[in-house]
């Protein structure tokens, strides 16, 4: 059965929480007065359907039922997640959470979004909530601070995990919790930086984008120190820079007055620096620059790449078209598209190996079998383009054997568009000893299970299989304008 989440308030992070919802196949109801708030949250869908399914090497389960509702009784009757985005306004959101603890299901997640309430604040008046505080995207960036009553956050940090986030739950609750404290530490020095002419808005960007924003992205504050204290560790480096600490270097004990002459300075900037592109546009790149960081990290499974991989394992299927295992499913990524505007040669190779991944661990050619000592090298491949692909489109791609004799498995696959045939990629590749580097002979198990399936597929069609570079088909001519 399809779960549901009631969004209160659309703004970024409620649009945010909607697409994550909706994307992971939650029905995502919204309630907000402002009557800009359907399109708003439109438009964060938009990019939301862009970038998130591009982090996965699976396809995301089918999207949920969105609806935007006027009476907000109605908006939370029968969920299970409901999420307060609304203002900062300690007021406001005793007078919302208080309603939404009458209204919502007694066995519903209730989570403020709030990046600096603590639920003792917002429970004085008798509320149910705790804190869920996320980050901009909430759909691409996977942490969630949970604060509050031991039972209700772990039944939200299992929540939450199903639709790919990563909750973090404090041992006790403070202030602006952990991570935003830490922002506002950079935020404040960075503040007298631009008041005392020292570097500009744009400047201290680059300072952290070209430095230690690439290393915390990987491995946080604490262990970036471990590494710089050298073979040592870190008790080393905190001999060596612990002084440090005591030197007047910073001004993080006081905040700059905001006057108007400061805030001009700093719009002013801010402007030079980035006005040449609108929010929207600047939200894309954003977020294509988040798409890659974070797949980059996948290989690794550091830091949020962990994350995804977990999630991405979550959304493998087990199912077959026109007979013929699926070995792939999923969303062509804007990065792998080029400058003629569709997907790239290279990446119909790459969802071809992906797809070839997929059977051997299929076959039981995975990766425990691969750690013993065994594995598939690939040794031919024969690409056909039959139609172009562009970004957003959902490939599907099935495998069928053509041969599994001795140490040779010879595989066709088919990507398909939809029902349109886009290429198919024919593929040998010959078994081979992780040790010795030379070809051997399979176990008996994966020997088995390959030989089921040429047998299998031995009677099936394979149009177009066999061929190499400069065969064409003894066809009629195709249309006009299409590629093959």
């Not at 089921?452 to 304008?481: F, I, L, M």
């Amino acid at each position: 059965m399809t779960r549901s989440a009631a969004i209160i308030g659309g703004g970024v992070i409620g649009g945010g929480w909607a697409a994550r919802f909706l994307l992971n196949g939650w029905n995502v109801n919204v309630f907000d007065p402002d009557p800009e708030a359907e399109r708003k949250i439109g438009e964060v869908l938009s990019n939301a359907r862009r970038a998130l399914p591009a982090l996965y090497d699976n396809a995301m389960p089918d999207e949920g039922e969105l609806q935007f509702f006027s009476d907000m009784g109605q908006a939370v009757a029968n969920v299970d997640w409901v999420q307060e985005s609304v203002p900062e306004r300690l007021d406001l959101k005793h007078k919302v959470l208080g309603a939404l603890s009458d209204l919502a299901p007694e066995t519903a997640v209730i989570g403020s979004s709030t990046s600096g309430f603590k639920p003792s604040e917002l429970n004085a008046e008798g509320a149910r909530a705790i804190v869920a505080h996320p980050f901009n995207p909430v759909y691409l960036l996977p942490l969630i601070e949970l604060v509050g009553e031991a039972e209700r956050t772990e039944k939200a940090a299992e929540i939450l995990r199903g639709i790919g986030m990563f909750p973090l739950t404090l041992r006790k609750e403070i202030d602006a919790h952990i991570a935003d404290r830490l922002l506002e530490a950079v935020w404040r020095e960075s503040l007298w930086l631009v008041k005392d002419g020292v570097a500009t808005t744009e400047e201290i960007d680059e300072a952290i984008r070209m430095a230690f924003g690439i290393r915390w992205a990987q491995m946080g504050l604490f262990e970036t120190y471990r590494i710089a204290g050298g073979e040592a560790g870190m008790k080393h480096f905190m001999a060596q820079f612990g002084p440090a600490l005591e030197w007047p270097w910073t001004k993080l004990m006081d905040v700059p007055e905001f006057t108007d002459e400061l805030v001009d300075l700093i719009a002013g900037q801010s402007d030079d620096q980035s006005g040449h592109m609108s929010i929207r546009e600047l939200e894309r790149l954003r977020d294509d620059n988040v798409v890659g960081m974070i797949r980059a990290l996948k290989r690794s499974g550091s830091g949020a790449g962990g994350v995804v991989n977990a999630h991405d394992a979550n959304l493998l299927t087990n199912e077959t078209k026109d007979g013929l295992p699926v070995t792939a499913r999923r969303q062509v990524p804007a990065s792998w598209t080029d400058y003629n505007g569709h997907m790239n040669e290279t990446h119909y190779l790459e969802a071809s190996s992906l797809a070839t991944d997929r059977f051997m661990a299929i076959v039981g050619a995975d990766e425990s079998y691969i750690a013993s000592g065994k594995s598939y090298f690939t040794v031919e491949t024969h690409i056909r383009y039959l139609d172009e692909v562009h970004a957003g489109d959902k490939l599907t791609v099935t495998t069928q054997v053509m041969g599994g004799e001795g140490k040779k498995l010879h595989l066709f696959h088919r990507l398909w568009n939809g029902e349109s045939l886009a290429a198919t990629v024919e593929t040998l590749l010959l078994h081979t000893d992780l040790n010795t580097r030379r070809t051997c002979l399979p176990e008996e198990a994966v020997a088995k299970a390959v030989a089921a399936y040429a047998e299998e597929h031995a009677g099936k069609d394979a149009d177009g299989h066999g061929r190499h570079v400069g065969q064409r088909q003894a066809a009629a001519p195709s249309p006009e304008g299409a590629v093959t």
